[in-house]
């Protein structure tokens, strides 16, 4: 199995800058895509960014532009760096790593997901 473990994030004005970072640690064998979803107050969650195992990025179309979203496969990670914030920003913030992984006597693959992390974006 995998474990998510997220950091970064905070309070930031608009305009301002964040970074979250996201590190899978456990059996894994192989890291297809690290991606960072979130989930506004009262909206459902959406996907943000999406790196996969090749350095293939893709945005949401609100974040294009303004976030930038890395990998360090040697060391399982994967970082969003968060620029020009706005309000409608504000949300928690969930990493989600497909991922294979040891189960048992068999690799399986699954996905895995962070704590969350609290991006507030206001004056």
């Known amino acids: 199995q995998a474990h998510v473990a997220q950091s970064g994030g905070g309070l930031a004005q608009p305009g301002g800058s964040l970074e979250l970072s996201c590190v899978a640690s456990?059996?894994?064998?192989?890291?297809?895509?690290m991606e960072w979803h979130r989930q506004p107050p009262g909206k459902q969650e959406e996907l943000v960014a999406r790196?996969?195992?090749?350095?293939?990025?893709n945005y949401a179309d609100a974040v294009k532009g303004r976030f930038t979203i890395s990998r360090d496969n040697a060391a399982d990670r994967a970082d969003l760096q968060m620029s020009n914030l706005e309000p409608e920003d504000t949300a928690i913030y969930y990493c989600?790593?497909?991922?294979?992984?040891?189960?048992?006597?068999?690799?399986?693959?699954?996905?895995?997901w962070g704590q969350g992390t609290q991006v507030t974006v206001s004056s």
């Open positions: 790196i996969t195992l090749d350095g293939t990025r």
């Open positions: 456990g059996d894994i064998f192989t890291i297809y895509a």
């Open positions: 989600r790593v497909d991922a294979l992984v040891k189960g048992g006597a068999f690799r399986i693959r699954s996905d895995f």
